[in-house]
């Protein structure tokens, strides 16, 4: 039994390992940004919360590695943001604890990725090697494992975006259809961690973990759809390259509102360029066998629940976009139709300047609302917040107008499908 201590152990990669770890019998402990997260993943789990993005130095590890035998470094971004800093995160940070284990005599395993270079094309692939580099420098035995494009229970990047793309109905988005991708099933990575932890793989060693042949994305994408156990799709409808191009562009604006959407140029990037990795190195380390992408789907059976957030994932920008415009327009036309909207509430003998200043400062509310759901870190609140002003609304009106319940137009039951809408996208916006 080892002391372990894993960064990320809540995340899509560090869950799978930090259960894994606990099955085999090691004493776990937990590192992450979120105490929230962390006890929504593993309530029993003893927890370090700190944001790597600030442990610049190895003396801000050493605390943390008191009676840790070996760190499994499962943190990681996919791109920007901000609360994300890729140099931060993966450079910077790594290359202060890999000191630190080297000091203090704790192993490391590094959790990179398949086609990590300093010249790669995307920053997460170059900040990835820099960390790498820095943990092959800092003199402390170390693995590092680059595992390809991962399939887990869970999704996260490349994965959800797959996903998203497969819950499409009749037809099949697609584009990049023929780049070569290379699998490995989170279980399978998992236990590549465990072997090094028990010492069957010689320490220094840098492997990719793949399976042994490419895939192209289409035959992935159909995988993945027969696998949720949705339809076949009865076409496909390629994208063309400035769709994509204008779809990425969109995502990393959004992204920089703290949205950490699939279809962030990052993921289409990595997506486009292929994701290959050379499984030699790890066969000739003695490391167990990567299954194929057949194997991984039949031994990791898709639930309701993988089906409903495939889904949700899909209609999760349409939702967000709904809510904002129709809470942004409700109080922009509150606004500009004034005296329009006050004269219901004169016609019921509220005074004319009382009813502009309700009126003005509802519309006002709303406004907020609609720029709040925009700004990912306040999304969840503001949905709550519509879901309670329109329980507001709704009790106001009737105590105050309750004509309007009659009226032709609806403006009284027009309240509840947006009321409905603002619950749905509540559980949507939890983050994991």
């Not at 700190?50 to 070996?70: E, F, G, N, Q, S």
């Not at 999304?379 to 329109?390: E, H, I, K, P």
């Not at 329980?391 to 009106?397: A, E, I, P």
């Not at 499908?417 to 559980?427: H, K």
Request: aromatic letters at 6%; glycine letters at 8%; a neutral charge.
């Amino acid at each position: 039994m080892r002391r372990v201590l894993v960064l990320g152990a809540y995340g899509m990669i560090g869950r799978a390992i930090t259960r894994h770890l606990l099955e085999q019998g090691h004493r776990v402990t937990g590192f992450g940004r979120s105490i929230r997260e962390a006890r929504r993943a593993f309530p029993g789990l003893d927890w370090y919360v700190h944001d790597m993005r600030t442990m610049t130095l190895p003396a801000d590890w050493l605390p943390y590695l008191r009676d840790i035998d070996v760190v499994v470094n499962a943190a990681g971004a996919l791109q920007d943001g901000p609360r994300d800093d890729l140099t931060a995160v993966h450079a910077t940070s790594v290359a202060a604890l890999a000191e630190a284990c080297a000091t203090h005599g704790a192993d490391l395993v590094q959790i990179s990725a398949a086609g990590v270079a300093p010249a790669a094309a995307t920053h997460f692939f170059r900040s990835k090697a820099a960390g790498d580099a820095a943990v092959q420098a800092s003199g402390a035995t170390h693995w590092i494992l680059r595992p390809g494009l991962v399939l887990s229970d869970t999704a996260y990047g490349g994965t959800a975006l797959l996903r998203m793309l497969a819950a499409v109905p009749a037809i099949q988005p697609l584009a990049m259809a023929d780049a070569a991708i290379q699998t490995i099933g989170i279980a399978d990575l998992a236990r590549a961690v465990s072997a090094c932890l028990d010492d069957r793989i010689p320490a220094g060693t840098v492997a990719d973990l793949v399976e042994d042949h490419p895939h192209p994305l289409s035959e992935i994408v159909a995988e993945i759809r027969a696998w949720l156990g949705f339809a076949p799709a009865r076409a496909t409808l390629v994208a063309p390259g400035w769709l994509l191009r204008l779809t990425a562009g969109a995502a990393d604006v959004v992204g920089r509102l703290g949205w950490r959407s699939p279809l962030r140029s990052t993921a289409l990037r990595t997506l486009a360029d292929g994701v290959r990795g050379d499984p030699a190195t790890w066969a000739a380390a003695g490391g167990p066998p990567v299954s194929g992408l057949a194997d991984t789907l039949a031994l990791m059976p898709a639930r309701a629940e993988d089906r409903l957030a495939a889904g949700m994932w899909l209609a999760m920008p349409f939702v967000i976009a709904t809510l904002a415009l129709f809470w942004a327009l409700s109080g922009v036309i509150g606004l500009l139709r004034l005296e329009a909207s006050a004269a219901i509430l004169t016609h019921v003998g509220w005074p004319l300047w009382t009813a502009q200043l309700s009126v003005a400062g509802w519309a006002v509310v709303d406004i907020a609302l609609a720029l709040g759901l925009l700004w990912r870190p306040m999304a969840r609140r503001a949905a709550l917040g519509m879901a309670a002003v329109s329980l507001v609304y709704l009790l106001l009106g009737s105590l105050l107008t309750p004509a309007l319940w009659a009226d032709p137009l609806g403006p009284l039951l027009k309240i509840l499908p947006g009321l409905m809408l603002a619950l749905v996208a509540v559980p949507m916006l939890d983050s994991r």
